[in-house]
């Protein structure tokens, strides 16, 4: 709904991708710097990719125990139905269903992610941007860079406290600095036979 929900499901990422049980009131004082500061001890999973839209969003995770993914996936929704629940005064489930995943079996279906996450928000400015794929490379990056919801900005090397959601190393190594994620995008979006396919 705002600027407030982005924030919580973002700090919800962080905090939630751990084994204990938390309580976000706890944390509600923190400045934004002290909120991703914060101890969490084990990790359930490696976040490799973020993106969040207004009516859905977009993980790349890497399972680090059994059953992690699974229960990071009920932790975070649980916490941000709650949050948004009491926030907006209603009641019942807020997510249809639960959420879906495709395991990666091939590098380039990895590789190809980065590229799909990422310029999920384009679908903000041209509804139809998977049949169009902008070329305007300027105008994307531009608009990419201004949306703050995603992981794009720390793989353009804008140093923020979000960024400590990631765990780059995690993953292959596809992109050894931001000139090669740049390189990387530009030729994705320049390449007419990249399909776009829903994830």
Not at 6 to 13: A, P
Not at 40 to 48: E, S
Not at 64 to 71: Q, V
């Amino acid at each position: 709904m705002d600027k407030k929900d982005y924030k919580r499901f973002t700090f919800l990422l962080f905090i939630c991708n751990n084994h204990s049980s938390i309580e976000v009131r706890n944390y509600k004082n923190l400045t934004s710097f002290g909120k991703f500061n914060l101890q969490r001890g084990n990790t359930l999973v490696d976040i490799g990719a973020y993106c969040l839209m207004p009516n859905h969003f977009h993980l790349l995770l890497k399972e680090k125990t059994k059953g992690g993914i699974s229960l990071f996936m009920q932790k975070l929704t649980t916490s941000y139905a709650m949050y948004f629940n009491i926030a907006y005064e209603r009641s019942g489930s807020l997510l249809q269903g639960t959420f879906k995943a495709r395991p990666i079996k091939e590098d380039k279906y990895l590789e190809y992610l980065y590229a799909y996450i990422h310029f999920n928000p384009m679908k903000l400015i041209e509804p139809k941007w998977k049949e169009k794929i902008t070329k305007d490379n300027q105008k994307t990056k531009e608009f990419l860079s201004s949306y703050v919801y995603s992981s794009y900005l720390d793989f353009v090397g804008v140093d923020r406290v979000e960024g400590k959601i990631l765990n780059r190393s995690a993953f292959p190594d596809y992109f050894q600095d931001q000139a090669s994620f740049s390189d990387f995008l530009n030729s994705w979006l320049d390449n007419k036979d990249n399909e776009v396919t829903e994830v």
